[in-house]
């Protein structure tokens, strides 16, 4: 894949230096996140882990550049994301990120060609729909509308399409939470298998801790602050872990 990091690249892909967001709700401040120190590594597998509450989300979007911190400073290499002007936020999110969310978001009168190749009308260096498609095992769907594809399916069309941008990194929120055990392995196979074939920075967020064991690196956030960040020598492979 065109411009992915070096796994051996020592400079951080992505740096966070006291990023904090604060949330204003009527006359109360709310700390969604305490001042957070984090060097992302290129080519590393990150799992974000904590429960419902506890700042994964306001994390990665100020990773992904959906979010902008109320205070520090968040560096993607030698750009700070946190000067960018909304149109320059906007292009990094195109060039650089890909999104995996819970829930597909794919649009349902489209194929899975189709909803594929919307996301490479919006890049500058595609992959062609069909070889985004080979790559997560779904050439023979190609041509299947989201109904007709079981839930790991539409969770694998959505991998597609980050992968078709050619992303550096790639953002995957609870990409499981909705599917049974069997598929959430064969969607956790597929991210750990891109994330060392092709060295593509791969960070999951989830609140299942089952899932660290997969991750070269694990941080544990708790309410807003990072409460461990554990490193993980021996990551198993997604289909042994059990929950």
């Known amino acids: 894949m065109g411009c992915m990091a070096s796994s051996h690249d020592n400079t951080p892909l992505l740096r966070l230096e006291r990023a904090g967001r ?6 109360v401040e709310v700390q969604a996140l305490a001042d957070v120190n984090l060097d992302i590594r290129p080519g590393e597998l990150l799992v974000i882990l904590g429960p419902s509450g506890s700042g994964k989300s306001t994390l990665l979007n100020l990773i992904g550049g959906l979010d902008r911190p109320t205070r520090g400073r968040v560096w993607y290499r030698d750009d700070d994301l946190t000067a960018m002007s909304d149109a320059q936020l906007t292009d ?8 995996i969310f819970q829930f597909y ?3 349902p009168t489209l194929t899975a060609y189709e909803n594929v190749q919307v996301a490479t009308e919006l890049a500058r260096d595609p992959l062609d729909p069909a ?3 080979a790559m997560v095992g779904l050439s023979e769907r190609a041509e299947h509308f989201p109904a007709q594809l079981s839930g790991g399916e539409q969770q694998r069309v959505s991998v597609a399409r980050a992968l078709a941008k050619r992303p550096e990194l790639l953002l995957a ?5 909705a599917l ?7 969607v956790l196979s597929l991210l750990q298998q891109l994330n060392r074939e092709q060295g593509l920075t791969t960070i999951i967020i989830t609140h299942n801790p089952a899932i660290a064991a997969i991750a070269n690196r694990t941080i544990r956030l708790a309410s807003g602050h990072m409460a461990e960040i554990h490193e993980n020598e021996t990551p198993v492979a997604a289909d042994e872990i059990e929950w």
């Open 173 to 177: 929120d609870e990409p499981t939470g």
């Open 131 to 133: 070889t985004a498609l």
């Open 180 to 186: 049974d055990i069997t598929a959430a392995r064969n």
């Open 22 to 27: 604060t949330f204003r709700m009527g006359e």
């Open 92 to 99: 990094y999110r195109r060039e650089r990120v890909g999104f």
């Open 105 to 107: 978001n794919l649009m």
